[in-house]
């Protein structure tokens, strides 16, 4: 009752295994009001469907908090839950009391009460406890079977494996929007949310033609650049690609159910492509993160040396040109070096420079 009243302070029983083991089904929780006792990753969370009157409420572990949405997850699920916005975190699990011990202590109290209460009773007198007592138990049978256990307001079915297929998944690395192209069979996309496999959450907007467009966060894409290593001997000659692919777990709430898909969006990482221009070169990043080059300009032939210099990081998807003023005629070797997955790389480009 006290979840479909909003109250501060609510009783619950489990009745599933997706918290096994922290919880078990029959185990009685105690929920605190999520404005008393703020929850944090890693609490015992209660979220419930929006409606005014809903019982329909789920006892998940808090994952993490990304902007305005939670992410919760049952111990035992191999996924964890849709994004959910963090209005509809009700409560925050205080206490667990586990059925073998609040089970049995309730009934032999009862038993306890009632035996003593007809000890002595006169013929048509029913004593007051009882009456009380009587009424407790009609109360919580109709709190845990017909409101705890009933979804007052039912939500659309999940459709576990819908009759739809996933057309196509694009990358573009310059916007680093990937477009998710459905096939739904007549179902229209309502809501959408994406997460990542370690639970960010993702803009998804919906675009006419039952397709999504899920912005990729630059933190997410360097700390993807960041973290990948390659072994410098599978590598080819400059420039290399090598392949991506990021796992997004989307969630659509369709016109008549939900369908969870899990998409691999792919693309490539590529070292930088450099091309000899007049008394420079020009030096291309196609990656959807900056990287960091930097140019050593070498006097061939007689006199050989070091001439000049220059670095730069090159935004995402940008151009950048070394073109140093000053140089005497003559030919050139432009060494471009940078980091490409860890490994230190370089190209030449030999430059001519006219008089």
Known sequence: MGKLLHLPVAFMVVTSNSMQPALRPGDLVIGVSARVLHPRPGDIVVWCLPKALSTACIV??????????????????????PPI????????????????AWVPLFIAA??????????????????????????????LIFDAVVIGLSYVDPSPPIIARPNMTLEDVGFDPSSRIVTIHYSLGGYRIVVAYCVTSNYTALKARIVPGDTLAVK??????????????????????????????????????????VLVSDVGASFYWSEPRVRAVDGGVVVENDNPVPVKVRVTIIKAGVG????????????????????????????????????????????????????
């Open 110 to 139: 009862a038993a306890a009460y009632v035996v003593s209460s007809f000890r002595g009773l006169e013929w048509g007198r029913i004593p007051t406890g009882l009456v009380a007592l009587t009424l407790l138990l009609s109360y």
């Open 60 to 81: 998940h572990r808090l994952l993490r908090v990304s902007g305005s949405y939670a992410i919760t997850k049952g111990d035992a699920n191999p996924r964890p839950d």
């Open 304 to 355: 050989a040396g070091v001439a000049a210099a220059c670095s730069h990081v090159i935004p995402a998807a940008s151009t950048w040109s070394c073109r140093p003023s000053g140089l005497a005629p003559g030919t050139y070797r432009f060494v471009v070096s940078y980091r490409f997955l860890g490994v230190n790389r370089s190209q030449v480009v030999e430059v001519h420079v006219k008089g």
């Open 216 to 257: 990729l966060p630059g933190q997410l894409l360097e700390r993807l650049w960041s973290g990948r290593r390659v072994d410098p001997a599978v590598l080819p000659k400059p420039p290399a690609r090598v392949l991506q692919i990021l796992k997004l777990t989307c969630v659509l709430r369709l016109s008549g159910g």
């Open 85 to 100: 916005p963090l209005t509809r975190l009700r409560y925050r699990v205080a206490l667990r009391v586990p059925v073998y």
